[in-house]
């Protein structure tokens, strides 16, 4: 047998009421009896008190003469007979099952999800009074279709009668038929499983992307060779550059040029002769302006 603090030992657990779960804990401990073959009821006895907190355990030493001279059955009887409402043969009730139904009833059945689960509680509870013919099978199928509201029954009761025609109406429908139509009509509140399909990639962003426009730059015209800087406009007398001889080439070629047009007349301009005067004008600075050959 497991020791107190090893995690396969049985436990007794108390529910929110205050009640001890001892059915759940005497199973639990014939198992272990079966696994590790106590038979005596002795040790039967002194196991069942081993896992308990001390006040409990003394309490249950105490029970004489089941304790030290009776039965493992009877010392288990004497135990209930102190926890009322535990016993294994008033697991539950008629009012625990009308107790049920009632609380659908007005909390209502909107969903699969609430029909699966009042079905699986209802099944266990009218299971055990039937089995202990605390109830009649027929009187289980009439409680379960109360817990459907009036326009929830219509529509189950229209669906019964499509699926079984020749069912006589003073005859219960069984819980398993109702069952099924209850899940018919209730078809369009199914959860979608497209919610567990995640996307693995982000959806498209529907915010449009901000278009940023530069200023256009300056055109520039690439250079053999870099042309030179401007004169500062801050210029004075002292920076003056002496004349060369290609500037006074330059200002000659100028000169001659005034000349020249101040010699053509005005009828002139009517005639061919002065395109003659000016192409000869500009064969002169051309030649003026050239370097003298070395």
Request: proline content about 9%; charged content about 20%.
């Amino acid at each position: 047998m497991p020791s107190r603090q090893d995690p396969t030992a049985p436990t007794l657990v108390t529910t929110s009421n205050g009640i001890p779960e001892l059915a759940r804990y005497f199973e639990d401990l014939e198992f272990l009896f079966e696994d590790c073959l106590v038979r005596t009821d002795t040790a039967k006895k002194r196991y069942a008190t081993r896992y308990l907190d001390t006040p409990t355990a003394r309490l249950w030493q105490g029970l004489e003469p089941t304790y030290t001279a009776g039965s493992f059955a009877d010392w288990k009887a004497a135990i209930h007979a102190l926890y009322p409402g535990t016993s294994e043969d008033r697991r539950y009730s008629f009012r625990d099952l009308h107790a049920l139904v009632d609380h659908w009833y007005r909390h209502g059945i909107s969903n699969l999800r609430n029909l699966g689960e009042f079905y699986r509680q209802f099944l266990a509870v009218s299971s055990f009074l039937v089995l202990k013919q605390r109830i009649s099978a027929g009187e289980r199928d009439r409680v379960f279709q109360s817990a459907f509201n009036a326009k929830q029954w219509t529509q189950i009761h229209e669906r019964l009668i499509i699926t079984d025609v020749n069912h006589h109406p003073e005859d219960p429908w069984p819980i398993s038929s109702v069952f099924t139509a209850a899940q018919y009509i209730l078809y369009d509140t199914a959860p979608s499983i497209l919610h567990a399909f995640q996307p693995s990639h982000a959806e498209p962003s529907t915010t449009p992307t901000p278009v940023t426009i530069s200023k256009p730059q300056p055109f520039e015209i690439p250079y053999a060779h870099a042309p030179d800087a401007p004169p500062s406009p801050k210029s004075s007398i002292n920076d003056t550059k002496p004349v060369t001889l290609e500037n006074k080439a330059i200002f000659n070629v100028f000169q001659q040029i005034l000349t020249r047009l101040e010699q053509i007349r005005p009828q002139d301009h009517q005639r061919t002769g002065s395109t003659n005067a000016i192409a000869a004008t500009l064969a002169t600075a051309q030649r003026v302006s050239q370097p003298p050959s070395m």
